[in-house]
Nanobody, 126 residues
Framework: QLQLVESGGGLVQAGGSLRLSCAASGFTLDDYTIGWFRQFPGKEHEGVSCISSRGTSYADSVKRRFTISRDNAKNTVYLQIDNLERGDTAVYYC?????????????????????WGQGTQVTVSS
């Protein structure tokens, strides 16, 4: 059974850091494009970063503070978030696709993601 499990969220003060993890089971992440998305209350998913064998991509709004990486041995993708801001408060999801175009990997719909995790809550306090 294919599964993605996010972890690492929590309550953190503004200016702090978090590292989110996206662990895969049932398939090898290295064969997929993995995207990180976040969802604000009442809003649609927003792409923040993605990674594949072709490289990495970031949304302009986060590229100075977010870093995506992958540990193939652990079959896990990470999202390091530094200098957290209150506006980063959201549920963060990872998703996987084998068929999406890397140029569209920040789009939750056009990226053709077919496997999603359950999400992890990030709350930033002032």
């Amino acid at each position: 059974q294919l599964q993605l499990v996010e972890s690492g969220g929590g309550l953190v003060q503004a200016g702090g850091s978090l590292r989110l993890s996206c662990a895969a089971s049932g398939f090898t992440l290295d064969d997929y494009t993995i995207g990180w998305f976040r969802q604000f209350p009442g809003k649609e998913h927003e792409g923040v970063s993605c990674i594949s064998s072709r490289g990495t991509s970031y949304a302009d709004s986060v590229k100075r503070r977010f870093t995506i990486s992958r540990d193939n041995a652990k079959n896990t993708v990470y999202l390091q978030i530094d200098n957290l801001e209150r506006g980063d408060t959201a549920v963060y999801y990872c998703a996987a696709t084998r068929f999406g175009l890397f140029s569209l990997c920040l789009s939750p719909t056009e990226g053709r993601y077919n496997q999603w995790g359950q999400g992890t809550q990030v709350t930033v306090s002032s």
